[in-house]
């Protein structure tokens, strides 16, 4: 026991045999051995140190095991070039960065906003016969439907896709209308058409020959009449579908204007003639009265449109008028008529001269089997209750009659068969059925867009005529005039659509000239371009070329000129409209004219994020509205509030279901709605104005002073332009304006833009004032001026309806002393200082609103417009119907819920559409501080402009009232002070 311890008392064990113990001390080198060569092993890998077996001796390695590592360049793991290599970019991200319910890479989505087609429609004509007549663009015919609302311009373009198409037996049943071009949920669910949707279909004329006729269906309600501007910039005909029982309505009349400003021909199409048999049921002798009374109404538009041009009229002798029942998918031209009866009855006769004795003051004698003219006094039957109107009313009353021998006996003289079992349907499919058997397809419809609207070849030559802001002599022109395949690309842009994730947008556009294929490089022109400044230009590559058929797109390798096309790819830099190029053409290039609208925005509402964390998911919302709606108009106001301004309650309420559920996919709050306003003035100047640049160098003198009537109208419209050539233009102001040839000479600009309704004129004296330099600040006065007018003093509204005119300027000799810096900004100044010298006043917007109703409910509309500040300008009873149509002016401001109101008052049967009109100066003046303001209280007539501006300067973060220091310099303000004892308080 006592071998075991040693003498401190520590335990030391047995003895152990020399072999056990040899054998233990062996074990322990083994494992040291493997655990060192582990360690240089992980040390090489971790390190990237090369082991060289091969070396003599190993001393490095063991060299290498002996050092020191310090915890700061000790690596536990690799980094990512060492595992991945050189070549791969690896992104490292932070756990708190992101949700950690929200992807790193987002999947793919497709929102549900629009109905779309799991594959192509199958069309009676395929691609490959589409792609040869694309090929000659003189049987390409581009075209736009427009109308009225509820006119049945959607329903025409379902009964012309039908009949090019087989449909399914989805999109027929329940005989309602299948909408195919109304693409959009919303636009299903709300029933009227909300963007304008391409159709290209390949149609059959009468004498057999095929066209490809690209249809843009189009909305019918006045607020989204820049969706119509779209479609017609874009077309070279227009089909103007009126319904027969509601003839000429408020939109139909603003479409003919504005096709006529767009220089668009115009054919017609009387719609749901069915009507007047099955709800009026009229004598077929009155339906021809109403029919002809729409005809009338309709080229007494047209002739006040077009300057009294004849040639521009429509007449059902010359085939631009067709009748038509899209919902029982019929239409027929006097001409195709004709054509029914000669090849029905077997008559030996001419179908066109036949035809022109078909409508007017023509009967038909039995006795003689001849035509002859009705004289005065005369009676009988003209032919065209006969021939047409009558076997009409028959077919509807003999199907409604539902006696099958009748219908087979009536169906025996027209020469149809149907089959028995198909004489058990209802009514409305049955009527459906035998019309398309007795009247065949809408070869009329075809037969006037061939004949009275121009093909694509010469529809481009008036389109570079009319929109093309550069030389139309130039080579260039001349080449893109001819719509050649082979000449230089040109492609006018004039919509944008959304991709199904709405993260891009398709372009849509025309192709004037040469072809587009997919890979192109494209030289994208804005509409702010000029061969001088050529910052509004960029560069794309095309990625995709297709034809937008409203619910799906057939893809093309290339499109060739006279066509319409989806571009993919392009939609970054362009904002509303565009210009396109090849990237290598080096020649000077010009842009086409910016659309042009018919109405204004003048609407406006303030949005912000629910949750302030996601208002850049809001900008890039607002941002992709602004592509989407050709009128839209967002802004961030100084006050930081982010606005949208529209042309009415539907069109903005459209705006921000878009806004939340399609490009910003979030909650948005909304502030009540408001109007953006004018400011003009009623007086010339008191005194002539001056400011100083803040260098005390240069001078400028000015007054302001009322415009003309009428003259802004002209120059928002493009009536009048400084890009028309100088005799001409001088010519319009000196015969429609009265003004002097000097005064006319001396236009320097229009404000706020090129087309605004603002003139700055030029009137200093060349002995008083140095031309040469006055020319050398003309660009600096001209941004100085379109600056103020665009921001006026009152509440930063635009200035409307003011002429200013230079009357003196000092101007410096150097060139450093009269830069822009120091003349744009005292430019402002004067503008400003003989504005509000010239009893400046505010201007509110005000509708034109059409209301249709009973006439039992006229006393209770009245009531209502009185109470909003609106008028009646006239009230007729609608011929042919038992409505009365009221047209009434009302202020843009006071508008809300009108339409709802006007309902609840009328039990519903009242039923009203709004439109921009107008701006109206309101009653009293706005720098009036006498004016007590009650809140909560409304205000007399007197006091409006008073409370307009002070509310509008407050929601802009802005002082109650106008600094009249902060616009005029000392001594102006002296010299005012003198002879105004107001003044003198104010100051």
């Not at 060192?36 to 990237?48: A, L």
């Not at 779209?230 to 319904?243: C, F, K, M, S, Y």
């Not at 093309?468 to 001349?478: L, R, V």
């Not at 609840?904 to 309101?922: E, K, M, N, P, R």
Request: one cysteine or more.
């Amino acid at each position: 026991m006592a071998d075991l311890y040693d003498e401190f008392g520590n335990y030391l064990g047995p003895d152990v045999e020399e072999d056990g113990q040899d054998e233990v001390q062996k074990d322990i080198q083994e494992d040291g051995q493997e655990e060192g060569e582990e360690e240089r092993r992980d040390v090489s890998v971790w390190e990237g140190m090369d082991t060289d077996e091969g070396e003599e001796g190993g001393g490095e390695g063991q060299e290498e095991e002996r050092q020191i590592v310090l915890a700061e360049d000790k690596k536990d793991y690799p980094d990512a070039e060492e595992v991945y290599g050189e070549d791969v970019e690896v992104l490292v991200m932070d756990e708190d960065e992101k949700n950690i319910e929200e992807p790193i890479i987002q999947p793919k989505t497709t929102k549900k906003f629009q109905v779309l087609e799991k594959g192509a429609l199958r069309a009676h004509a395929n691609v490959e016969f589409m792609n040869g007549l694309m090929a000659q663009p003189e049987l390409v015919r581009n075209v736009a439907v427009i109308g009225h609302l509820q006119h049945g311009k959607t329903q025409v373009m379902d009964m012309l896709v039908e009949q090019t198409h087989v449909t399914r037996h989805q999109e027929r049943q329940n005989d309602k209308p299948m909408r195919f071009t109304d693409a959009r949920i919303d636009e299903q669910e709300r029933g009227i058409s909300i963007k304008t949707t391409p159709m290209s279909l390949v149609m059959e004329s009468s004498t057999g020959k095929h066209f490809l006729c690209n249809l843009l269906d189009t909305p019918g309600h006045p607020n989204f009449s820049d969706e119509m501007s779209a479609a017609l910039r874009l077309a070279d005909g227009a089909l103007l579908v009126v319904d027969a029982c509601e003839g000429v309505m408020l939109n139909t009349e603003r479409a003919i204007r504005h096709a006529a400003i767009e220089g668009v021909r115009i054919g017609l199409v009387i719609s749901k003639v069915d009507r007047l048999v099955t709800e009026l049921r009229i004598p077929p002798a009155d339906a021809y009265f109403k029919l002809h009374h729409i005809v009338q109404e309709v080229n007494a538009i047209i002739l006040a449109s077009n300057g009294g041009d004849e040639s521009m009229e429509v007449s059902p002798v010359d085939g631009s008028v067709v009748f038509s029942s899209a919902l029982h998918g019929w239409s027929f031209s006097l001409h195709t008529f004709a054509q029914l009866y000669v090849e029905v009855h077997g008559m030996e006769v001419d179908p066109k001269a036949f035809a022109k004795r078909l409508w007017g003051e023509f009967f038909f004698e039995e006795n003689t089997s001849v035509f002859r003219k009705r004289t005065a006094g005369e009676n009988g039957e003209r032919s065209f209750v006969q021939f047409v109107l009558e076997p009409l009313y028959k077919i509807y009353s003999t199907i409604l009659g539902e006696n099958s021998k009748v219908v087979g006996h009536m169906l025996d003289e027209f020469g149809v068969y149907i089959k028995p079992s198909e004489f058990n349907l209802d009514p409305k499919p049955l009527i459906k059925l035998i019309c398309k058997k007795v009247f065949g397809t809408a070869t009329g419809i075809t037969d006037l867009m061939v004949h009275h609207f121009p093909s694509s070849v010469e529809g481009t030559r008036k389109k570079v005529e009319m929109l093309y802001t550069g030389p139309t002599d130039c080579p260039f022109a001349k080449e893109v005039s001819s719509c050649s395949a082979n000449g230089p690309l040109v492609l006018l842009v004039a919509k944008l659509f959304p991709d199904k994730d709405c993260k891009a947008f398709g372009v849509f556009g025309r192709v004037l000239s040469g072809s587009v294929c997919v890979g192109d490089s494209i030289r994208i022109l804005g509409d702010s371009y000029t061969p001088d400044d050529e910052e509004d230009s960029y560069i794309q590559q095309v990625t995709e070329v297709s034809m937008f058929q409203s619910r799906y797109k057939i893809p093309f390798k290339t499109m060739q000129a006279g066509s319409l096309v989806l571009l993919g790819g392009l939609d970054d830099p362009i904002n509303k409209s565009a210009t396109l190029v090849s990237e290598g053409f080096q020649e000077e290039v010009f842009i086409f004219k910016p659309l042009t609208f018919n109405t204004k925005s003048v609407m406006k509402i303030a949005v912000e994020p629910l949750n302030p964390s996601e208002l850049p998911k809001m900008v890039e919302g607002l941002r992709k509205i602004n592509k989407s709606y050709p009128l839209a108009v967002t802004k961030v106001e100084e006050s930081g509030e982010h606005t949208i301004t529209g042309t009415g309650e539907l069109y903005l309420d459209s705006v921000m279901k878009d806004l939340r559920e399609m490009y910003a996919d979030m909650e948005v709050k909304v502030a009540d709605p408001v109007t953006s306003f004018s400011e003009t003035v009623v007086e010339t100047s008191a005194f002539k104005c001056f400011a100083d640049t803040p260098n005390k160098q240069n001078r400028i003198t000015m007054i302001a002073e009322p415009l003309e009537k009428g003259l802004s109208n002209d120059v928002e419209t493009g009536r009048v332009s400084l890009n028309m050539p100088p005799k001409e233009f001088r010519h319009f102001l000196q015969s429609n304006y009265e003004w002097d040839a000097l005064a006319a000479r001396s236009v320097w600009a229009f404000g706020p833009d090129v087309n605004g309704p603002n003139v700055l004129l030029d009137d200093t004296i060349p002995g008083e004032v140095d031309k040469t330099l006055m020319k050398a600040i003309q660009q600096s006065v001209v941004q100085g001026f379109q600056w103020g007018s665009r921001e006026g003093p009152l509440c930063e509204e635009p200035m409307q309806n003011v002429k200013f005119r230079i009357l003196d300027a000092t101007i410096a000799d150097k060139p450093l002393l009269r830069g822009g810096g120091q003349v744009i900004p005292t430019v402002r100044r004067v503008t400003y200082s003989s504005f509000l010298t010239a009893s400046p006043r505010l201007m509110e917007p005000m509708y034109l609103a059409e209301i249709q109703a009973p006439g039992d409910c006229l006393s209770a509309i009245y009531n209502i417009l009185s109470k909003r500040r609106g008028h009646v300008t006239k009230d007729a009873p609608k011929p042919g119907t038992p409505f009365y149509v009221i047209h009434a002016l009302l202020p843009v401001i006071e508008s809300w819920g009108f339409e709802t109101d006007l309902r609840y008052h009328t039990q519903g049967q009242a039923f009203c559409l709004t439109v921009f009109d107008h701006w109206s100066i309101v009653p009293g003046d706005p720098l009036d501080r006498s004016i007590k303001l009650v809140p909560l209280a409304p205000s007399p007539p007197p006091h409006l402009a008073r409370e307009f501006m002070v509310k509008t300067r407050r929601r802009k973060g802005m002082a109650d009232d106008v600094s009249l220091a902060k616009f005029f310099d000392d001594p102006v303000l002296l010299e005012l002070a003198r002879g105004d004892p107001e003044l003198q308080q104010l100051l």
